[in-house]
């Protein structure tokens, strides 16, 4: 190979120019991309901390407020798993009869969670137990399944008083338009009040009126629940009442069930409380 000088010395100086220029480009290049590594680092993370706050304030939070408000009293006996409540019945050629109860049907229905009906719930449930808290939102679900079951057990058991109670007494219901007044019993609401008794929930009590009329009272609410020609006849389904209040001869089962719920309450409310006191987990998923 022929050594040329002057070639030689030309790239040496070159080299020498360039070297430091192309070093110093190469590091803010490496720099500029770390840079940019960095802030997408930090915007994942600010997402997910931003979708995990979401699913906490829309999904978690509400779940352990429920549990604790609503779930656990009715689970502990402390409310009633129903309620009372009449409905309008809508006039037809059909149903007008003598009997058609002044347009009003007495119904007992279950009290259900409205938790799920929210819009944030909704939008937020499928990825929150997909993605984020699959176990305790599952447990969850396993409880309120259960507990739907056994409000519906409780509706079939005041049911099934009311319906006794109409065959005991073997009056019509109590209409609430009906002139001139007649002699009626409002067996669901004393179904209700008779299932509350049997709970251990003296709340309410039967008031006695014999001044324009015989009747039996709510006392909380003045509502006339009985209403008799005679004082005597009165007497006879107050007492009715009262002993079907002792008779928990059915109930015995239904007990035992909503308290092994309440302890199933009692430890999903515990494990949510350590997740929302904990530093936020943040995981993976499609929203993100």
């Known amino acids: 190979m022929i050594d040329i000088p002057i070639l030689d010395k030309a790239l040496d100086l070159a080299q020498a120019h360039w070297a430091p220029v192309l070093t110093g480009l190469s590091g803010v290049l490496v720099g500029f991309y770390v840079d940019i590594g960095k ?61 058609s109860y002044g347009g009003v049907e007495p119904v007992v229905i279950p009290r259900f969670s409205r938790l799920s009906a929210t819009q944030g719930f909704e939008r937020y449930f499928d990825d ?18 259960t507990f739907s079951k056994l409000v519906t057990d409780s509706v079939e058991h005041t049911n099934a008083i ?14 609430f338009s009906v002139h001139p007044p007649r002699p009626g019993v409002n067996h669901e609401r004393l179904a209700v009040l008779i299932f509350q008794r049997q709970l251990g929930m003296e709340r309410e009590a039967l008031r006695l009126t014999f001044d324009s009329a015989v009747e ?27 002993e079907k209040s002792k008779d928990k001869s059915h109930l015995a089962e239904l007990q035992a069930d909503y308290r092994r719920l309440s302890k199933k309450t009692r430890y999903i409310i515990q494990e949510l409380d350590i997740v929302l006191a904990g530093k936020p987990r943040l995981k993976k998923c499609p929203l993100v």
């Open 128 to 145: 929150a137990i997909e993605n984020h808290h699959p176990k305790i939102l599952r447990e969850w679900g396993k409880l309120d399944s």
């Open 216 to 242: 039996a009272r709510i006392s909380t609410t003045q509502e006339v629940v009985i209403r008799t020609e005679t004082i005597d006849q009165l007497n006879e389904i107050v007492h009715l009442v009262d």
């Open 162 to 175: 009311a319906n006794s109670l109409k065959k005991n007494t073997g009056l019509p219901f109590l209409g």
């Open 39 to 99: 802030e997408h680092l930090k915007r994942k993370i600010r997402l997910r901390e931003e979708h995990e706050a979401e699913i906490r304030k829309e999904i978690l939070e509400p779940i352990y407020l429920e549990l604790k408000r609503f779930y656990l009293p009715i689970c502990d006996a402390k409310e009633l798993p129903v309620e009372y409540q009449t409905l309008t019945i809508t006039k037809t050629a059909k149903n007008i009869t003598e009997d």
